[in-house]
């Protein structure tokens, strides 16, 4: 009889279990006021630094991971920090925005869309599409620093992107040879600063 009571309860406890709910994800409005996302570009001489302002998004956690997300960037906002002359800054940032580069005229935005993202020991790695230029290609990237505190998010990321998978190759040396000093390298990395509200 003792058995079979003992034989009713762990049924009974692993139903329990079984039954109960995952957790319920939350969706974060990605603040514009307090993201940063800043790029570095590296050439043969040196490299180039600056920001894209972040326009909107939207980003679902459950907790443990991010469950999808989607993250607009307004590439008409591109600057440069560290060009001080002025005339040649004006260029510099007038190229970026040109058909060589970003086409902002044509393509304001570019999107990041999280498809799924998985916890390591280092944070969450996600995997996303990324639309730039009116192409989209896939990326991965690791997130660190991950917090939420029921009404607010925030994460940081350096995701690398080599722009030719985006049809990007001005002074690429993988398209263009002899560019000797010209040359642009294929792969520039945006460092996220990211927060966001219930």
């Known amino acids: 009889m003792k058995t079979l009571m003992a034989l009713v309860l762990a049924v009974s406890t692993s139903a329990s279990f079984a039954q109960k709910p995952a957790a ?12 940063k996302v800043t790029y570095v570009g590296k050439k043969v001489t040196g490299e180039h630094t600056g920001n894209v302002k ?25 600057d440069s920090t560290d060009i001080t002359d002025k005339d040649t800054n004006a260029k510099y940032v007038g190229h970026m925005k040109s058909a060589d580069f970003f ?12 498809k799924e993202s998985k916890k390591t020991d280092k944070g969450l790695e996600i995997t996303g599409d990324l639309t730039m230029i009116g192409k989209t290609a896939p990326v991965k990237f690791l997130a660190t620093d991950v917090k939420s505190t029921g009404d607010a998010f925030s994460a940081k990321a350096n995701v690398e992107i080599d722009r030719t998978q985006w049809g ?27 927060n966001a509200k219930k």
Do not use: C
């Open 24 to 35: 319920e994800a939350t969706t974060y409005k990605v603040d514009p006021a307090t993201t």
């Open 54 to 78: 972040v326009k909107s998004g939207t980003l679902t956690y459950d907790g443990q991971k991010l469950t999808g997300g989607d993250v607009v960037m307004d590439m008409t906002t591109i």
């Open 103 to 114: 086409n902002t005229e044509k393509y304001p935005e570019s999107r990041l869309v999280i």
């Open 168 to 194: 990007l190759k001005y002074g690429s040396g993988q398209f263009f040879k002899g560019l000797g000093d010209k040359m642009i390298h294929d792969k520039f990395t945006l460092a996220v600063d990211l």
